[in-house]
């Protein structure tokens, strides 16, 4: 079994009674300004219906989401009474909870509900999964304390198999505390009084829960590294093992297992080699097909594990060949390249919030819609904006080619200019190291991530060169982006500048790729699909005319950019209106896009309307 300890959570002063006992009525969604297509027709009986971890999938799970029980009571009493149902996965301050309740730090929401394991589990091990619960995360099983998680955005799991009682159905308990804005925990643009460019909590249980049984040993996870300039794949397989607990257990002091990885391309076999957990398997891959936006090609990898001569482990997985690096281009500029060559990185802030499901999206069609949508608008990139999404996430980032910048979500206080870092206490600096080194782990896999981005202007920008230098050591396959815009430390891969409204560039460098993180900001509101009537843009347009024209004029001028100054990648702000901000391509309901897909690719294409 594991305890998962690493940082804290929510938050409430809605309208309802807290602490009585008092029943609720069953689940609708709560009132809201608006709403998306796929929050009105969502089927509470299978919310995230899907398999969450597409990258390392075992066919037999249960998924754990649907309505619970729930309560929110100050955060020092005992387990209170049920005062109703919640949807989870969704936050508690989300219309999609069914609750919309707004969180303090004093307070705490408590989760219950029972489920059974299938019989032809019985002589497994049982692993329960939270993608990601926003703060601090306690869990009991049949009463036992089983985890302690604190993190907001990383997926943690636990072992439950000693903790389950004798009996057919079994309780789950989950309490979790989040201090917002009020503690100095990673939590992006989340904060109590929302305006601005600050937006409401999220709180609670906001990704899918689930079980999954496993043999004695297990593939606890992988790495997956291409090189794709000597035909290879090095994939390393972590193994897992049952302790302490049920007859079958390996001993302590047993060898690490076997690994056997296939690599398949279309249904047809590539490569078959084996090793020891732990450590790198090489497994050649001639003439590969190389991942990019335009051929986002994925190669199928099975892994199994074999120990004592019997497989305890079976999962699916792929990887893209794809490679990105610094290099110099024919016309003397230090450019980024994807697979060796150069490639205008051209993508919007992508901030991942939702009207009816704020961090959480209404379902995986309406995740992927945003996707399909900057697809056909022609972008080949975005930069996910201190958050991080679920893994379901990036399978379809990486099947669709849409390469990502990937924030590290910021906290504390803010820099401006070139004042110093800010100074962290151990426990705070333990606090971001953690979360920032599971964001790197949980996500390596993924070929779309192409950049780390560490810290987001001076947002929470503390001892930089070290932890750059941290980041870059523990992945070397991928560039790493300081600070994107304004606090330019020197280090880092590339020189990230923010603009608005207008796009320009920063001085080329030898040693570092010029960037431009942040521009655009074109705002349009649209009557009825609005958070509140009062709302803003870094620039108001009057019409779509106004907004079409003003984004071609911009486009323009970045293109001569990525020519003449060596620009290698521009990113708008952003793919749809968030809360009072109506800068968005598309409204914050998503029903709207405001210039139309194919005007906002021939505008970025430099066609004529």
């Not at 597409?54 to 009474?81: F, Q, T, V």
């Not at 408590?110 to 692993?127: A, C, G, L, T």
């Not at 056909?376 to 904006?385: E, T, V």
Request: aromatic residues 10%; proline residues 7%.
């Amino acid at each position: 079994m594991k305890y998962l300890i690493f940082s804290s959570l929510v938050v409430i002063a809605g309208v309802m009674t807290f602490c009585t006992g008092e029943k609720a009525p069953e689940w609708k969604p709560a009132e809201n300004p608006v709403m998306t297509a796929w929050g009105e027709n969502l089927d509470p009986a299978s919310p995230w219906a899907e398999y969450p971890r597409p990258a390392m999938a075992r066919d037999e799970w249960l998924s754990l989401n649907g309505m619970w029980d729930y309560a929110i009571c100050p955060k020092d009493e005992e387990r209170p009474e049920p005062q109703g149902k919640i949807l989870v996965p969704y936050p508690v301050e989300s219309a999609l909870s069914g609750i919309r309740a707004r969180m303090t730090d004093s307070l705490a929401i408590w989760y219950s509900r029972e489920f059974v394991i299938p019989k032809k589990w019985n002589d497994k091990q049982i692993i329960i999964n939270f993608e990601a619960s926003d703060w601090e995360t306690t869990v009991w099983i049949d009463d036992n304390l089983a985890a302690i998680h604190r993190g907001g955005y990383d997926p943690f799991w636990c072992d439950i198999t000693n903790y389950l009682a004798d009996t057919k159905k079994h309780t789950l308990v989950v309490r979790v505390t989040d201090p917002t804005d009020s503690g100095r925990q990673p939590r992006g643009k989340q904060v109590m009084k929302p305006g601005g460019i600050w937006y409401t909590p999220t709180s609670g249980i906001w990704q899918s829960v689930w079980l999954e049984p496993v043999g004695k040993t297990w593939i606890g996870d992988l790495r997956v590294v291409p090189d794709i300039d000597n035909g290879k794949l090095n994939v390393t397989v972590m193994e897992e093992r049952c302790q302490g607990g049920p007859d079958g257990c390996p001993p302590v002091d047993m060898a690490p297992s076997l690994a056997e990885i296939t690599v398949m391309s279309e249904g047809k076999t590539v490569a078959v080699a084996s090793g020891l957990t732990g450590t790198s398997v090489t497994l050649p891959v001639p003439e590969a097909r190389l991942w990019s936006p335009e051929d986002p090609f994925l190669y199928d990898v099975k892994v199994r594990l074999i120990t004592g001569g019997q497989v305890t482990d079976e999962v699916k997985s792929y990887a893209g060949m794809r490679k990105i690096s610094l290099g110099v281009t024919e016309d003397g500029f230090t450019r980024i390249l994807l697979n060796n060559k150069f490639v205008w990185q051209n993508g919007p802030l992508d901030q991942g919030f939702w009207p009816d499901g704020l961090y959480t999206p209404p379902s995986d069609e309406a995740m992927k819609y945003d996707l399909e949508m900057l697809k056909k608008m022609g972008f080949n990139m975005l930069r996910k904006h201190v958050k991080v999404e679920n893994r379901r996430f990036y399978y379809h980032t990486d099947r669709m080619g849409m390469l990502v910048w990937q924030d590290m979500p910021s906290g504390d206080d803010y820099i401006w200019g070139d004042k110093p870092d800010i100074s962290k206490t151990a426990a705070d600096s333990a606090m971001f190291m953690g979360e920032l080194t599971r964001l790197i782990e949980t996500k390596f896999n993924h070929p779309s991530i192409i950049m780390w981005v560490v810290y987001n202007e001076g947002w929470g920008q503390y001892n930089t060169p070290a932890v750059t230098d941290y980041v870059m050591a523990i992945d070397t396959t991928r560039l790493v982006n300081s600070a994107s815009g304004w606090t330019d430390r020197g280090t880092g891969h590339v020189l990230d500048i923010h603009h608005y409204p207008e796009p320009v560039a920063p001085e080329a460098e030898k040693g570092r790729a010029i960037v431009l993180g942040e521009f655009g900001g074109l705002g349009l509101p649209v009557q009825g699909h609005t958070w509140e009537q009062k709302n803003w843009g870094y620039e108001k347009m009057g019409d779509t005319t106004a907004l079409l024209q003003k984004y071609t004029d911009f486009y323009s001028a970045v293109r001569q950019m990525v020519a003449e100054k060596g620009l290698s990648a521009s990113v708008y702000t952003q793919t749809t209106d968030v809360e009072t901000e109506t800068n968005g391509l598309m409204t914050y309901d998503r029903k709207v896009d405001k210039m139309g897909f194919a005007k906002v690719r021939k505008a970025m294409e430099g066609s004529r309307q």
